[in-house]
């Protein structure tokens, strides 16, 4: 069964720094783009970043752009959202999902983790 | 970036009745080169991550059952559950992908009535 498990989140301060990583199996994870999507408490779907399938396209959303570094280790199955300079508009559970479209071919999200939640206060 | 609105925000349906969720987008989301339509519906119970429905407007998800159905194409779209069901209480969310500036709407609740 093709599954994406998040881990990292935590209680970070105003301005500190916060590594997500997502743990991919059941499927082949080096040949599909990778995404990670926030939810912040009561609100919607908000688009943070996306990392294609060999990771030389990189994409984030304007909010997070300069402050967050997507990557990917195809070796270990495994995906990183790297977050500096963490603001209280930050705060959000934080999904890691796969692509449904392999290769360079950007489509719909198929497969989500639970997430895992980010707070950010003093 | 292209603007996803959905509409209502929220609706109550009766059991067994049909539910309808509208989408619009900013810009087309018809890619000309290939013809698909890069739309997508999810759906998320509460505590739960969101969960795709639909795909390129109207292919259903392995595994969603066959009375959820999508419809549209350019820039307006239509969710519709032919005959509500309990199960169905959610909140669901368009998403075109057309753009690798990924966007959501801003979701409707739907709840029985």
């Known amino acids: 069964e093709a599954q994406v498990v998040e881990s990292g989140g935590g209680l970070v301060q105003p301005g500190r720094s916060l590594r997500l990583s997502c743990a991919a199996s059941?499927?082949?994870?080096?040949?599909?783009?990778m995404h990670w999507v926030r939810q912040a408490p009561g609100k919607g779907l908000e688009w943070v970043s996306s990392?294609?399938?060999?990771?030389?396209?990189?994409g984030y959303a304007d909010s997070v752009k300069g402050r967050f570094t997507i990557s990917r280790d195809n070796a270990n199955n495994s995906l990183y959202l790297q977050m500096n300079s963490l603001g209280p508009e930050d705060m959000a559970l934080y999904y890691c999902?796969?692509?449904?479209?392999?290769?360079?071919?950007?489509?719909?999200?198929?497969?989500w983790g639970q997430g895992t939640l980010v707070t950010v206060s003093s | 970036d292209i603007v996803m609105t959905q509409s209502p925000d929220s609706l109550a349906v009766s059991l067994g009745e049909r539910a309808t969720i509208n989408c619009k987008s900013s810009?087309?989301?018809?890619?000309?080169?290939?013809?698909?339509?890069?739309l997508a519906w999810y759906q998320q119970k509460p505590g739960q991550p969101p969960k795709l429905l639909i795909y390129?407007?109207?292919i259903r998800e392995s595994g969603a059952p066959d009375r959820f159905s999508g419809s549209g194409s350019g820039t307006d779209f239509t969710l519709t559950i032919s005959s509500l069901q309990a199960e169905d209480v959610a909140v669901y969310y368009c998403?075109?992908?057309?753009?690798?500036?990924?966007?959501f709407g801003q979701g409707t609740r739907l709840e029985i009535k």
């Open positions: 990392i294609s399938w060999n990771s030389d396209k990189r």
């Open positions: 810009q087309s989301v018809l890619s000309t080169s290939n013809s698909k339509t890069y």
């Open positions: 999902a796969k692509d449904l479209g392999d290769g360079y071919s950007h489509e719909a999200f198929d497969i």
């Open positions: 390129w407007a109207s």
């Open positions: 059941g499927f082949s994870f080096a040949n599909y783009a």
């Open positions: 998403q075109q992908y057309y753009s690798s500036s990924y966007t």
